[in-house]
């Protein structure tokens, strides 16, 4: 980039960090909790806002009905002749119990540089700075069109987001696409995903009678449905190793080459970096590459919480009458989650015949390429922006969406995010910061200029 | 009894009816709950009120202060001569989440001749029929002196009973005692339970991490202290069949007796009648011979709830940071809490070093006789009152002060209760009725009379 438009883009980026601000609190002020049924009306809210922003900026936007959450499209589109480029990000949010935060979830607090609010950093914060780099592209004659795509669905797994693509692919139509939802190594390492794991969420329930009962009455006779479940999860998998014991469960796991592994540790991943960023005492390893392929190429069984029986202080000598395992397992390709929900299923019934099995949310792992010219321009815009080369790692978590846009656009995809370690994605004191943003709007805008070039 | 005194009594009973339930009113709309410090407040007012009513009634009452919760001591003491009987009833309560009642917990609702609200049958109702009853023997001259023990503390396992006792040994002095605290077989069979089960309630904590996270993000190589505490209660014991593997767990246990046995079985104990009492819908055996040894002579290992993660609706993919599983062991005797506590230490700590073990309340198995002159009295007095032999059972439940008596003060100890499995102890929508309360008061009036002959 010839040092004009070096200094220019500096000083645009410089400027519109008060209207970043405030259009970032505004959207994270809304709390469009996609899980809770009750936030509906933010869900809503938060779509007319991403409108009116993207037409603020001079873009074209327009809400798309869905089965479900609407999705939000839009961009900027001029040059018929140039490439044109599919932004994908989400705007509904994960929940967030604002008694365990620093402050309010849903009322954006800005602390020097740091943006604290659910949803600052997945993904609202990395959605702005793609339309603060298209609206600059545009303005800048970059011959690139930009497409977005704001999904309202991401939190959980995009269920109408693949009938949303076919029933809009004209709208949809481009040369490439970009996801914009994933996380770097450290601050100091950029990086570029190139595979995501899938997931298979479940729900096991039992109950053994109509209410909570005394457990000097009836315990030893009564079924202990806490128990149970316990026991049950214990035969599902062990969980100091993590290693899964139901059948047919690894069936496709592709192991990843040597590569790929020696990729990994060499993508500065530390384990002592994890531990930090993740505020995690221990783990179930210390030694990096097992650490590494942990995370991002071997599946998981994951109990989420355990709800029934007695939560308050101290002990209430009950026995429980309802007990619910929440689950998910997370996958690696080729492993299919219908399969592993068969194969799921099939080990409880078998160990557990009055277990009853809710499916929940179901998502396919996506492996990518990671060498290409759409890869090299990505590499090339994190240089530009960051200074520093981005590693080739995969994402540990699922987004629903890609490999939907994968089978339904078959356009090449390349994964460009801002999110940090340290932001806590999903956790409490969700963050962003101005760097990221600010580096990401240079990032985007560069990312456009080399696509522009690409034949 | 002559006719003339039963005409009388019976009208006395009746006259009682009103200022029953407005007493009984008074006391379980004071949410007493010995369990949340909060409530201290509430825990003193029942004491205070407590000392009102039995001097309202003509008796002499006191608040006598403990290192925990005050004990309210009184009673109708007038014929030094005559024979002393001292009867132990608890006003502190059960806790109760008003969400998930028919109506609120702490005001009571009468229903014609049932009393809705929690407390009433565990243990305000039965300690006011004793009261009621006393006053009544004491107008009438029956040749006994009866002294009531109110403890604030039985639902936290009596931490400061016994030293209450050892202090107040005088004041206490008696012949012979009665625990006024038990539940019938069924409403159609009073039972006289001779033994107790004993407790030792545990914590095991384990924190992993500062705060949740996301399971995409760090599932494989984040440890779950949700799942190795599923483990770990798993390895503790088979929640199918209750059966626990910890070594040294059963030492000391004694099986009953043949004929001891055959008394359960015999005292019209029936798998039916026990889960329509308790709305269980399956319990860990069909066999109405295994399940009473289950219930009043067998230990168990209960998990009454696991706190951490997510409990909200749905599956929400974070990781949890910390776990905290809720157990406690029912015991018999022979077996000594310390000893299994020492147990299951040494147990956890070999399979799971990192889990921080927490004790709670504890309690000794009591199991005292069920032949002689008190026995008999208490039989005859079920009889006079409700015109059905009472039968001869343990309880499953614990009350940790009995021990404490049998200790400090070294005399009989008869089981006159009024429960009926129906009313819900520590359950929702606890209860009692007039049925139990008025045919209490006339069994407790019987009593005083037999016992007044017993050499």
Known sequence: MPVDSKTELTQYVSDSRQGYEADLKTLVDLAGVSMDPERKAEILRTADCAVSLIKRMGGEAEIVQTNGNPV???????DKSAPTVLVYNHLDVQPADADEWKSQPFSMSVDGDTYRGRGSTDDKGPALAVLYAAAYAHKNKIAVNVKFVWELEEEIGSPNFEEFLKQNKEKLACDSVVISDTIWVSRERPAIPYGLRGLQGVLLKLK????????????????????????????CHDAKTGKVNIPGFYDGAREPSDEEASQFVKSGFSIDGFKKAHELISLRTDDAKD????????????????????????????????????????????????KVFQAFS????????????????????????????????????????????????????????????????????VFLGLSLPEHGYHAVNENFDWQQASGGIKMFVAYFGRLAKIK
């Open 346 to 413: 099939k080990f409880v019934k078998e160990k557990a015949p009055d277990v009853i099995i809710e499916k929940e949310g179901s998502l396919k792992p996506f492996l990518g390429e990671f060498k290409g010219p759409f890869a090299d321009a990505a590499v090339g815009a994190m240089k530009d922006a960051f200074g520093v080369e981005p590693a080739f790692t995969r994402e540990g978590g699922s987004i629903g969406a890609v490999v939907s846009m994968k089978e339904v656009l078959g356009k090449p995809i």
């Open 72 to 78: 939000v499209i839009g961009g900027f589109v001029s």
């Open 208 to 235: 053994t009678g109509n209410k909570d009962v005394h457990s000097g009455l009836t315990g030893g006779l009564a079924r202990n449905p806490i128990a149970e479940l316990c026991q049950l999860i214990d035969q």
């Open 291 to 338: 650490g590494s392929l942990r995370i991002w190429a071997k599946p998981t069984f994951e109990v989420h919480g355990i709800s029934g029986g007695y939560q308050g202080p101290g002990v209430k000598t009950i026995v429980p009458y309802q007990a619910e395992a929440k689950i998910s397992m997370r996958l690696v390709s080729d492993q299919d989650p219908e």
